[in-house]
């Protein structure tokens, strides 16, 4: 089986994470010097490429903002929560059904790129992992390791036990992040714009924290919250050496 991926960005990193195994790329014919960029290093990397009309890639793609070129990679793997946790990991996200498609591939790419070393979430009410989230993750979901549970909540009940303290992001919360210690294993969770965290969630918690805000706006989008929250936890620990 493979999936479609689809965008220049999203294309390129596909490549870089699974090489040969990319079944075949497919790029709108033309004289793009970027497009022409890619063309070359998918053929050094042993793949398969078929220059083919912008109107096959419509069609291909279900007319989807493809810019010139798809590719069928591999199917994602997901982790279990038992290899997770035997791992030992130190900084995971948790997202609380998310399903903004949007949101969630940025969350994804802040994770990769802050080395979180796991996103979790649910099978139900998250965001499906579709060619708009891989677009709007600009290729991150291929380096990204991803846990998908049925309930969160025994998730992170199964994560407390395991020693990683839970830190919800919560708007409303009385405490800031930063008050919190951070520097050892730690999960930070977020929930979705509108909603935020559920009730269940919350009371599961180490603590719940908010960000420090000043202006006259009192909440985030829910990538960017979490994307500031990690370079949190990369400050105290770069400053604890």
Excluded: W
């Excluded at 979790?120 to 990204?144: D, K, Q, Y």
Aim: net charge neutral.
């Amino acid at each position: 089986m493979s999936r479609m991926v689809c965008g220049i960005q999203p294309v390129r990193e596909a490549i870089r994470a699974h090489g040969s195994k990319i079944v075949r790329v497919c790029i709108e014919t033309g004289d793009s010097t970027e497009l022409g960029r890619l063309e070359k290093f998918a053929r050094d990397n042993s793949i398969s490429v078929e220059r083919v009309e912008r109107r096959d890639l419509d069609r291909l793609t279900k007319a989807a903002r493809h810019q010139g070129v798809l590719a069928y990679a591999p199917e994602l793997k997901f982790e279990t929560l038992a290899t997770l946790l035997d791992s030992k990991p130190t900084f995971v996200i948790l997202l609380d059904e998310l399903e903004d498609p949007q949101n969630f591939g940025a969350v994804i790419r802040s994770a990769v790129a802050l080395g979180a070393d796991a996103l979790v979430f649910p099978e139900h009410h998250s965001a499906p992992l579709s060619m708009a989230t891989f677009r709007a993750s600009a290729g991150a979901v291929e380096h990204a390791r991803l846990c998908r549970v049925s309930s969160l909540t025994s998730a992170m009940g199964a994560m407390l036990q395991s020693g990683i303290e839970i830190f919800g992001l919560d708007a409303q919360a009385q405490n800031e992040l930063h008050s919190v210690d951070l520097r050892g294993p730690v999960a930070l969770v977020v929930g979705a714009e509108g909603k935020g965290l559920r009730k269940t969630v919350k009371q599961l918690c180490t603590s719940v924290v908010k960000l420090p805000m000043s202006g006259p706006i009192a909440s985030l989008n829910a990538s960017v919250a979490i994307a500031i929250a990690q370079y949190e936890v990369l400050r105290q620990r770069a400053l604890n050496g």
